[in-house]
């Protein structure tokens, strides 16, 4: 650590508010002491469409929608161009009337609860905190993102605690010692992140320089560029990097550019190479062995040669459809996959709404609830790796996909059944019974599903419906080769019916 330098920081745009708050909605109080200790100035306006917030804290309100947020994913550019159409508004409003509201906002207060509605809610927070660092550098206004405790999921928190300059809090703005600026987390390299990171922890530390930049021309170690590798150190989670896997359904695949992986190209295999990158996916770090997985895609293939030429064209195959040599790693007998730092995965994020909505539910908090448990519906967008051919799902020397598939399956029914249960304690039945025909299109066996099914008939009073439902249930039973109904079931039908 020899020389020092200026601090880089831009002290103009570091003067701008960029924080996040972390709420309870329920908590007028503790939200509004933390606003008054961050906007001094009149003229911030409310992102929100949540009611609990357009009533408890006084500022013009503009929905979600006019900035595009609220859907699948964030686009900074089109968030931009919002952002400057509504200033620019603004002060056409002011220049053209006598109305002192009618001012140009200098903090826009921008409600999170979007990002529990889409998706990919954690990537879209990656992102978010990106664009919103960007309106405030190049508009000059404040940012304050208000995230509600009760929604958040744990990839969510983590991206959320990375993406903003501040922490804001009744007490006063905190400097949030693990976020770096865009140009850093995005372009920089790993002793300038940590510089930058221990200025922020210890200021006898600003401008220190852990190598002379002349030093990064030259090789450090075996390979000349290892600092600029995210792989060795992972301050944070860097712009744009990773991919996008969607196993619930059929697999699909989303590189950083968001290029669609396509399975089909000469010379390849689509189901092989699908089914190979579905087990690597599946064996995580740790890899798998080339010899298990010659013996799921090869099974009926005597002469080991053979096989293992055929698996290293497909592992060939897999490489060029994710475009990398890289993408798949090798270590003896051993591959894996090799994911860019920030790839997110759908099954993470589903179990976690699943285990948070569970909470909510239990805590009676029914419209936070519903709303987690919709971003739950979006996600299972069917069985885990649906399109995978039956014949490599399940091997004679392992069951590697069906217990998991099962299992997400499960989940998938309950959220779909206490939904259901949810609507229906609001006399919400109209709203309950798509959920429970759904469910019922995954497993019309299943008794939850059919006993919530009829009791929502019965809250509309459709007797009629309750009997054919549990007919239905019974033919169902029979021609899946079922003897007879269990007593729970047989016990909803009659108490429903007297």
Not at 23 to 36: G, I, P, Q, T, Y
Not at 172 to 177: A, F, L, T
Not at 263 to 280: D, E, I, M, Q, V
Not at 342 to 359: H, M, N, P, V, Y
Request: glycine share 6%.
């Amino acid at each position: 650590m020899a020389n020092r330098k200026p601090s880089s920081m831009d002290k103009s745009k570091s003067s701008l508010i960029d924080a996040a708050m972390f709420v309870l909605f329920s908590d007028a109080e503790f939200m509004r002491n933390s606003l008054k200790a961050g906007v001094s100035s009149k003229h911030a306006v409310l992102v929100s469409d949540t009611p609990a917030l357009i009533e408890n804290l006084p500022y013009p309100n503009i929905p979600p929608s006019v900035l595009g947020l609220g859907e699948h994913s964030v686009a900074g550019g089109s968030i931009h161009q919002a952002v400057s159409a509504l200033l620019q508004f603004q002060a056409h409003s002011q220049e053209t009337s006598q109305d002192a509201s009618d001012v140009s906002p200098d903090i826009l207060i921008v409600d999170m609860t979007w990002s529990a509605r889409t998706v990919i809610g954690t990537m879209s927070l990656e992102n978010w905190g990106h664009i919103a660092e960007q309106i405030s550098n190049e508009f000059g206004i404040g940012m304050i993102s208000i995230y509600n405790r009760e929604l958040l999921i744990e990839n969510q928190m983590q991206s959320a605690l990375r993406a903003h300059r501040q922490f804001l809090a009744p007490s006063g703005i905190y400097k949030n010692p693990f976020w770096l600026p865009a140009t850093l987390s995005a372009n920089g390299t790993i002793d300038e992140q940590m510089a930058f990171l221990l200025e922020g922890a210890v200021p006898d530390y600003g401008g220190i320089e852990f190598f002379d930049p002349l030093d990064r021309s030259y090789a450090r170690g075996a390979d000349p560029g290892w600092v600029s590798k995210p792989s060795q150190i992972q301050i944070t989670t860097p712009k744009s990097t990773g991919w996008q896997v969607h196993c619930l359904g059929p697999l699909q695949v989303y590189l950083a550019d968001q290029t669609l992986v396509s399975w089909n190209f000469p010379g390849s295999s689509p189901h092989k190479t699908r089914t190979l990158f579905a087990y690597l996916l599946s064996a995580g770090e740790k890899g798998a062995h080339t010899e298990r997985m010659c013996e799921l895609l090869w099974p009926n293939e005597a002469a080991e040669s053979t096989k293992r030429g055929r698996f290293h064209h497909a592992v060939a195959m897999l490489r060029r459809a994710l475009g990398s040599k890289n993408s798949v790693l090798r270590s003896g007998e051993f591959y894996r996959l090799n994911a860019p730092p920030g790839s997110w995965i759908d099954i993470s994020s589903f179990e976690q709404i699943c285990r948070r909505g569970l909470a909510l539910a239990k805590q009676d908090q029914v419209d936070e609830a519903l709303l987690i448990y919709r971003s739950g519906q979006e996600l299972y967008r069917g069985d885990l790796f649906e399109d995978i051919p039956l014949q490599y799902v399940h091997s004679e020397n392992e069951d590697w996909c069906l217990p998991r598939r099962r299992w997400l399956r499960d989940m998938a029914l309950k959220i779909y059944r206490d939904a259901s249960v949810l609507l229906r304690s609001q006399n919400r039945q109209d709203e309950a019974l798509p959920l429970c025909q759904k469910a019922l299109a995954l497993d019309p066996m299943n008794e939850d599903i059919n006993c919530e099914t009829m009791r929502v008939f019965h809250a509309q009073g459709r007797t009629d419906t309750i009997i054919r439902q549990y007919k239905q249930y019974l033919t169902t039973l029979e021609n899946m080769g079922g003897t007879h109904e269990s007593a729970a079931i047989h016990k909803v039908y009659r108490n429903l019916m007297q």
